[in-house]
């Protein structure tokens, strides 16, 4: 199945009042091992890009066709959307350039002003070429790809503007950081996330830094709005783990275990587990 844009998978996700998984790439084994879960799940998938990993990866380009081959190898029958997460406004046009089916335009960390001019004129784009469009308020704690947020919470006001401009989903700043959560972390503001959801309506929300978030906050935060919640640290974390375990138990010594196929296999089957697991939590298993 070719690749589509996220617009029906968190259409129906926000009736059926679940949520789409963003799954950050950063190799062929992170890809395959999505994929593969999310078939076996038969549940909707989207695919996450940062630039940093888009540059490690030798390019969007290398990307686009690396996922399209294996969505045709593998079999792949589950809608499957390739997205740029926490683009910048070059970014953006290089992927719409280079075949992504949708993008990420994060212009939080502009005046107001300059974040709904820039993201108006994507929006123009994507709609004349069919492609889903992510916008963001509010920055999101923690750092990814040298921007740094303090985990702030959206003006709900300020995601009313940003949402009316025809984005397909929004990003919003409830007090949510990228990678660990530090002991002293306030929670999500729920507050907050309601009263943007009262603002935003059929919009659906986007939940950043899904890794660590307690299980129930997570399901509260799909009671109130939130589609797609991205997930990038917890997948990076067991891998290591798993490659880890293997190297300590010097199984790399052992035979042809130092053939990269055998080395990364560990890592990559803990990838499918921490996938499955968290496409259990959304509750978009069986939703394909």
Partial sequence: MP??????????????????????????????????????????????????????????KTIVGMVNGMLEELGITVPVALHLDHGSYEGA???????FSSIMFDGSHYPIEENVAK????????????????????????????VVG???????????????????????GIGNIHGKYPENWAGLSFETLDAIQQLTGAMPLVLHGGTGIPADMIKKAISLGVSKINVNTECQLSFAEATRKY???GKDLQGKGFDPRKLLAPGAEAIKATVKEKMELFGSVGKA
């Fill in 3 to 60: 690749l589509v844009n996220a617009k029906e998978m968190l259409t129906k996700a926000k009736e059926g009042h679940y949520a789409v998984g963003q799954f950050n790439i950063n190799n062929l084994e992170w890809t395959k091992s999505i994929l593969l879960t999310a078939q076996e799940l038969q549940s909707p998938v989207i695919l996450g890009v940062s630039e940093g990993a888009g540059k490690y990866m030798c390019g969007y």
């Fill in 119 to 146: 993201t108006k004129e994507l929006v123009a784009i994507c709609e004349d070429k069919g492609l889903s469009i992510e916008a963001e308020v509010g920055s999101i704690g923690g750092e990814e790809d040298g």
């Fill in 93 to 99: 046009k290089a992927c719409i350039e280079a075949g």
């Fill in 150 to 172: 303090a985990g702030e919470c959206a003006d709900p006001e300020e995601c009313k503007m940003v949402a009316d401009l025809g984005v397909t989903m929004l990003a919003a």
């Fill in 247 to 249: 190297i300590e138990e």
